[in-house]
C-alpha cells in the first residue's frame, strides 16, 4: 500500500488564485494592449481606485487601491478600463468548468475583500493527485495551462482549506525548491512548519484584527499560534481562534460547490416519424407529464417553455410559449401549445421532440384552504373557488399575452413620485405582484387627480387679467367652454433633480375647472411663464 | 341592499338582474352574461363605476388610439386600481378579440373595452354568445359581463343595452360633488330610463354614489 497522504486518510484542498483575474481579462479581449500598463477601476467609498494592474503597471509601482487621479500622476501612460463584474463572473463560471478536470468537487469561487478583482477557488483533490503523476505535476500542469490563457495564477496544496489559501497568496515568499515561485505543496504532517513564518494576515482575518496584531508587533502566524488561548480569545475574539485552527486543519471546513442549476430539457424520439395533430398532441401530454414531474421535484414552476420539433428533413420548428403566472399544470401548458401545434408544418413526418423549460421561478407557496385563516365571508369553499377563479384569469391572460406579448399586460404600480404623469408606473401583469397597493388611501392623501391625464394640450384665452385665475371662457378641443367653478391652485413644481423635458417649462399651477355644460377639466398655468400659458392636462369625467 | 357602491358584505351575494328605477339610492346595475354599450363624455367614469360596484379582477381593454393614461389616482375613488389588469391591444380587431377570448373564460366578472370603435354585428353577436359561454363557465362565481366605451352615436346591434352618460354641472360647492347623467337610451328587455348620479367627492369622501331616477317628463 502506498503510503500517500490518501492512505493516512488526509484531505488535500487546493486553493487556485488569479490575483489579478479582471486584469487579465481586459488584456486578453484586447491583444494589442499586451505589454501596457493597464488598470481597472472601479468606484469604492466615493473614489475611482484602482482595484487590477496588469504586470507592467504593477513593476512600474502602482498599488492595489490607489485613487486613479495619482496613479495617473505617476504614469501618464496608463491605459484604464472599468470593472466589468459580469465578464468576471462569466469568467469564474467557465473556470470552474474547466477546473472539472483536475477535481470533481470544487467549491464556489471567492473574491478577496478590498480593493482588488481576484478570483479564488478552492479544489478538494483528495485522490486525484496521482491521476496527474502527483500532486507537483497536477500544480504544474494547472498553471502552465492557465498562463498559456494569459492568466496569472497562483496555487497551493495543503491539508486545510485555510492553510492551502494562506499559502497560495502568501507561500511565495518562503517558498522553497523545487517548486516554482507560483505553486507551494505543503507536505502532510508539515502544515504548521509551512505556515510559521507567513504573516498573520494570512488567516482571513478581518482588517480589525489584523491592524491590532500589528499593533502588538505581531508578524508570523507562528507568533499567534504560540500566544496562549485563553488570552488570544479574549484580546481578539473567537473568530481569531478559529480561524488559527481551520488554517492548520484542526477544525474542518468544507469545501461547499454551489448546486448545479436546474435544466429541465426533456426528449422524446420516435421509431417512425409522426405528422398528425392527434399524436403531436400525445407526445406533447406526455413531455408535459415529465417536465412538470421534474418541476415538482425541484420545487419550481414553469414561466416560458419551448418546444422544438425536429423533422425527418433535419429542419426545426420551434414552438414558445409563455405564461402569465409561473405554472406547473400540464393541462393548462398543453391548451397553449394548442395554437402553435396546429401551426406546425409535418413535412416528411417529425421524428424527434425536445421540450426546455426556458425561465423557471421558484414556487410561491400557499397556504392550505383547511388551514387558512376564517373570517365572516370566506369560507373554505370560496377559498377554493377563489384560486380556481386565478388560474383560470391566469390562463387567459397567458393566451392574451402569447398572442399580444406580455408587455401589454399591465397593472398599475405605484410609483415614488409626485408629478400627476410619475406618480404610477405600469408593470406587466406576468410579473409577480410585489404587495396589494391601497390606492384609495393613495388617492386620498394627495389632491383630486384627473381619471385621464394627457399630455399638455394649449387652450385659446381671448381675455386678459388670467395670471391669478383661471379665464372665465377658453376654447379647447375646437369647443368654447364657459368656467363656471374652479378649485386650486395646486402647485406643482418639477423634480428639479431630473431633467425631464416636459418639466423644463418650470412650475405649474393646476386648477380644477368646471364647465357651465358640466366637463371637470385639470387646467394648468407655467408660474414662470412671462405671458400667461394655460393647457389641458387631463379630465375628470 | 343598501346601495353602497363598493359593499364587502354582499361578496358574493346575487346581484339583481333588472336595473331597479324604484331604488333612488342604488346606481343602476347591469346585467350579467351581456354585453353593455355606454358612450358619451362620463362614459370612463360609467364604466370605472358599474367596475367598481363589482367584486374581483377588472380587465380592461384598450386599443392603441386612446385619448391619454387612465391615472390610477382619478380611479381610485370608483374602482380599486389594483383591481384592473390593463391589455393594450395592437388592434381594434385584435381588442375585441381579447374581449371575446376574458368574457368566454369566465375568469374575470367585468370586462371593460376601450376599442374606440363600435363593434359591428358580428363582433357585437359573438361578444354576446362569448359572455353567456362565460357565465356557464364562471359556475358559481359571478358571470361575466362587458362594457364597451364606443363613440357617440353609435353602436353594436346586438347590445343587450346602451347608455349615455355625461357629466352635468355639480347642484353646490362647484367640484365638490360631481354629477353624471346615465340615460339608458337602448334596453332589450325593460324599460328605458334616465337617472343623475352623484358622489360626494373630495378628498375624504368615501366612494359612494347615489342614484336618482329622473322625471321621465324631463329626459324627453
Known amino acids: 500500500m502506498p503510503a500517500g497522504p490518501e492512505a493516512r486518510g488526509g484531505r488535500r484542498a487546493l486553493v487556485l488564485w488569479l490575483p489579478e483575474a479582471a486584469a487579465d481579462l481586459a488584456l486578453r479581449r484586447a491583444p494589442n494592449l499586451a505589454g501596457a500598463p493597464l488598470a481597472i477601476l472601479a468606484d469604492q467609498r466615493n473614489a475611482r481606485v484602482i482595484v487590477g494592474l496588469s504586470a507592467t ?6 498599488s492595489h487601491g490607489a485613487a486613479a487621479a495619482d496613479a495617473r500622476a505617476l ?98 515568499e518562503t517558498n522553497q525548491p523545487p517548486f516554482s515561485d507560483r505553486a507551494f505543496i505543503a507536505p502532510p504532517g508539515q502544515l504548521r512548519a509551512c505556515l510559521a513564518d507567513l504573516p498573520p494576515t494570512a488567516l482571513r482575518l478581518c482588517q480589525e484584527t489584523a491592524d491590532g496584531l500589528a499593533r502588538l508587533g505581531i508578524r508570523r502566524i507562528e507568533d499567534v499560534a504560540a500566544i496562549p488561548r485563553a488570552a488570544l480569545a479574549r484580546r481578539f475574539g473567537a473568530p481569531l481562534c478559529r480561524r488559527l485552527d481551520q488554517a492548520f486543519g484542526v477544525e ?41 414531474e421534474r418541476l ?55 421524428d424527434a421532440m425536445r421540450l426546455v423549460a426556458r425561465e423557471v421561478e421558484p414556487r410561491a407557496t400557499t397556504q392550505h384552504a383547511a388551514l387558512a385563516p376564517k373570517t365572516m365571508f370566506t369560507s373554505g369553499e370560496t377559498t377554493n373557488d377563489a384560486a380556481a377563479e386565478t388560474a383560470a384569469l391566469t390562463e387567459v391572460l397567458s393566451h392574451i399575452g402569447g398572442r399580444f406579448g406580455f408587455d401589454r399586460l399591465t397593472r398599475y404600480v405605484k410609483a415614488d413620485s409626485h408629478l400627476p404623469e410619475k406618480g404610477f408606473y405600469l408593470r406587466s401583469a406576468a410579473e409577480p405582484r410585489a404587495e396589494e397597493a391601497n390606492w384609495r388611501a393613495a388617492a386620498r392623501a394627495r389632491p383630486p387627480r384627473p381619471l385621464i391625464g394627457f399630455a399638455p394640450e394649449p387652450i385659446a384665452v381671448t381675455e386678459a387679467g388670467v395670471e391669478r385665475r383661471p379665464p372665465a371662457v377658453f376654447r379647447w378641443r375646437g369647443a368654447e367652454h364657459k368656467v363656471a367653478a374652479a378649485f386650486g391652485p395646486e402647485r406643482i413644481t418639477p423634480e428639479w433633480w431630473l431633467d ?4 423644463r ?28 400659458a394655460w393647457f389641458a392636462a387631463g379630465r375628470f369625467a | 341592499m343598501n346601495g353602497l357602491a363598493i359593499d364587502t358584505t354582499a361578496a358574493r351575494a346575487p346581484l339583481p338582474q333588472q336595473t331597479d328605477a324604484t331604488n333612488v339610492l342604488a346606481p343602476p ?11 358619451g363624455d362620463g362614459a370612463l367614469a360609467f364604466a370605472a363605476m358599474q367596475a367598481g360596484m363589482r367584486l374581483g379582477p377588472v380587465v380592461w381593454i384598450a386599443a392603441p388610439r386612446g385619448e391619454g393614461r387612465m391615472d390610477p389616482y382619478g380611479l381610485a375613488p370608483f374602482v380599486e386600481p389594483s383591481r384592473i389588469i390593463l391589455i393594450d391591444a395592437p388592434s381594434e380587431k385584435d381588442a375585441f378579440w381579447a374581449m371575446e377570448e ?28 362569448a359572455a353567456e359561454a362565460g357565465a356557464a363557465a364562471a359556475g358559481k362565481s359571478p358571470a361575466p359581463l362587458a362594457i364597451l366605451l364606443t363613440p357617440a352615436g353609435a353602436g353594436g346591434p346586438a347590445a343587450e343595452t346602451r347608455w349615455r352618460a355625461a357629466p352635468q354641472p355639480s347642484w353646490f360647492e362647484g367640484l365638490a360633488a360631481p354629477r353624471w347623467s346615465w340615460e339608458l337610451i337602448k334596453n332589450k328587455r325593460g324599460p328605458l330610463g334616465a337617472w343623475t348620479i352623484e358622489a360626494p367627492y373630495g378628498r375624504n369622501a368615501a366612494p359612494i354614489f347615489a342614484a336618482q331616477p329622473v322625471d321621465p317628463m324631463r329626459v324627453g
Open chain 1, 75 to 172: 504614469q501618464p501612460g496608463l491605459i484604464s478600463r472599468p470593472l466589468d463584474p459580469a465578464a468576471l463572473a462569466r469568467l469564474a463560471e467557465g473556470l470552474r468548468r474547466w477546473l472539472g478536470r483536475y477535481s470533481p468537487w470544487i467549491g464556489r469561487e471567492e473574491h478577496s475583500p478590498g480593493p482588488r478583482s481576484d478570483l479564488s477557488f478552492t479544489l478538494d483533490v483528495t485522490g486525484c493527485a496521482h491521476l496527474f503523476h502527483g500532486e507537483a505535476a497536477l500544480l504544474e500542469d494547472m498553471l502552465a495551462r492557465l498562463e498559456r490563457l494569459g492568466l496569472r495564477a497562483r496555487a497551493a496544496i495543503a491539508e486545510s482549506k485555510g492553510g492551502a489559501w494562506a499559502l497560495a497568496r502568501y507561500g511565495v
Open chain 2, 29 to 39: 346595475k347591469l346585467r350579467e352574461a351581456r354585453a353593455h354599450e355606454v358612450s
Open chain 2, 102 to 129: 376574458v368574457l368566454r373564460s369566465g375568469a374575470a366578472p367585468t370586462v371593460i373595452g376601450a376599442a374606440g370603435t363600435a363593434p359591428d354585428l358580428t363582433q357585437s353577436r359573438r361578444l354576446q354568445l
Open chain 1, 252 to 292: 474542518p471546513e468544507p469545501i461547499a460547490p454551489p448546486p448545479p442549476p436546474f435544466r429541465a430539457a426533456i426528449r422524446l424520439a420516435f421509431p417512425e416519424p409522426i405528422g398528425l395533430l392527434d399524436d403531436l398532441r400525445a407526445g406533447l401530454a406526455r413531455l408535459l407529464a415529465r417536465l412538470v
Open chain 1, 296 to 350: 415538482d421535484a425541484a420545487g419550481l414552476d414553469a414561466r416560458k417553455l419551448l418546444l422544438e420539433l425536429r423533422r425527418v428533413d433535419r429542419s426545426d420548428q420551434r414552438l414558445e410559449v409563455g405564461l402569465a403566472a409561473p405554472s406547473r399544470d400540464a393541462a393548462q401548458m398543453l391548451r397553449l401549445f394548442e395554437h402553435g401545434l396546429e401551426g406546425v408544418q409535418a413535412g416528411y413526418g417529425i
Open chain 1, 500 to 503: 425631464d423635458p416636459a418639466w
Open chain 1, 57 to 62: 503597471a504593477e513593476t512600474a509601482g502602482l
Open chain 1, 505 to 532: 417649462s418650470g412650475v405649474r399651477d393646476y386648477w380644477r375647472v368646471e364647465t357651465t355644460a358640466g366637463r371637470r377639466i385639470w387646467l394648468f398655468r407655467l408660474a414662470q411663464a412671462p405671458e400667461p
